[in-house]
């Protein structure tokens, strides 16, 4: 299996990557997390080889702490080979605790610049356009959006554009109007449904990077992750990022937690060679 990813053809980063969502925050409504904890994590990220971290200006606690914040305390000056995405699009008003609503087209380059001072960059890696709310994708118009956001690309603020939480028609919409390196949709081995759109970005070398790879609200119960691990002497949480990463060599793991021995034991996961036993299973 190979461990690395072009991503947009000219980015190379390792296929286990971070999710940085969780680092402010466990849970929706919970406590901010401790952050020297976070900034430990982040370190060791880096140290285990995490070249691709997954962030938003919109992660963070009311109470003020951030995961852009918390990525440039921890990180900043960067490793040269770092590559941060982010997302735009959602919208979160003050006091909210998560997103609630949609920027409109000229509220996009306000929300790159932010995330650009926050990271402390002068250019983004990837930018994700995302759409839509919390309920699945439809297919409403993002083209006014992403043209936006390719203009920025043209200015250079940005290199490579993603978008995420969309439905096959929504990323050929994107995709008229400039090039997409990566997709990032909720998907984890336990319910893959997405297929389509996972043999397009197959087939045009497009980056597949789901959120929620562990379920998003608790590690799911699935008879056939459950064997894969008791055959591995893994846990469930490895033997569902393994599954992932030996579904297509165009999947990229982003598993976010607050926690470091979840770290430790997240990561392990790119060492776990799954058997073709194991596959014909998943793709059952
Ligand atoms: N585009 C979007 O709409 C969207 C939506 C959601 C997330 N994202 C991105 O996708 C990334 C991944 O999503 P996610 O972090 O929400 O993934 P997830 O599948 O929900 O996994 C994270 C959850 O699993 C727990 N966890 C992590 N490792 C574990 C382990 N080894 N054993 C048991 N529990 C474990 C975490 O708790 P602990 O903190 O206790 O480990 C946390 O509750 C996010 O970090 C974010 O960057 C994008």
Redesign the pocket.
């Given at each position: 299996m190979t461990r690395h990813f072009d991503l947009g053809g000219d980015l190379r980063i390792n296929r286990m990557g971070?999710?940085?969502?969780?680092?402010p925050v466990?849970?929706l409504h919970g406590p901010a997390?401790d952050r020297d904890t976070g900034l430990k994590i982040l370190h060791r990220a880096v140290e285990l080889g995490v070249d691709h971290?997954?962030?938003?200006a919109f992660?963070y606690h009311q109470d003020g702490l951030a995961?852009n914040e918390m990525i440039r305390a921890a990180l900043s000056p960067y490793p040269s080979d770092l590559v941060i995405?982010t997302?735009v699009g959602?919208y979160r008003g003050e006091g909210d605790s998560h997103p609630t609503g949609q920027l409109r087209a000229a509220q996009l380059r306000a929300e790159v610049e932010r995330n650009l001072t926050e990271l402390g960059r002068d250019h983004l890696d990837l930018v994700?356009l995302?759409p839509g709310g919390?309920e699945d994708p439809d297919d409403e118009p993002v083209g006014e959006r992403f043209a936006v956001l390719a203009g920025l690309r043209e200015e250079g603020l940005i290199r490579h554009l993603g978008v995420?939480?969309v439905s096959p028609a929504q990323l050929e919409e994107a995709r008229r109007i400039a090039p997409v390196a990566a997709v990032?949709?909720?998907f984890?081995v336990t319910q893959p449904q997405d297929t389509e759109l996972l043999a397009v970005c197959e087939r045009e070398g497009i980056a597949y990077?789901?959120?929620?790879?562990?379920?998003?609200?608790?590690?799911p119960d699935d008879a056939r992750v459950n064997a894969i691990a008791a055959r591995h002497g893994a846990?469930?949480?490895?033997a569902?990022l393994a599954g992932l990463l030996a579904l297509s060599p165009v999947m990229l793991a982003?598993?976010?937690?607050?926690?470091p021995?979840?770290?430790e034991?997240?990561m392990a996961a790119a060492d776990l060679a799954l058997t073709p036993q194991d596959l014909a299973e998943l793709r059952t």
């Open positions: 971070f999710g940085a969502m969780r680092l466990s849970s997390n971290i997954d962030t938003a992660y995961a995405a997302k959602p994700y995302r919390i995420s939480h990032q949709n909720r984890d990077v789901p959120y929620f790879p562990l379920g998003g609200f608790g590690v846990t469930v949480p490895q569902l982003i598993p976010g937690t607050g926690s021995s979840h770290l034991e997240n």
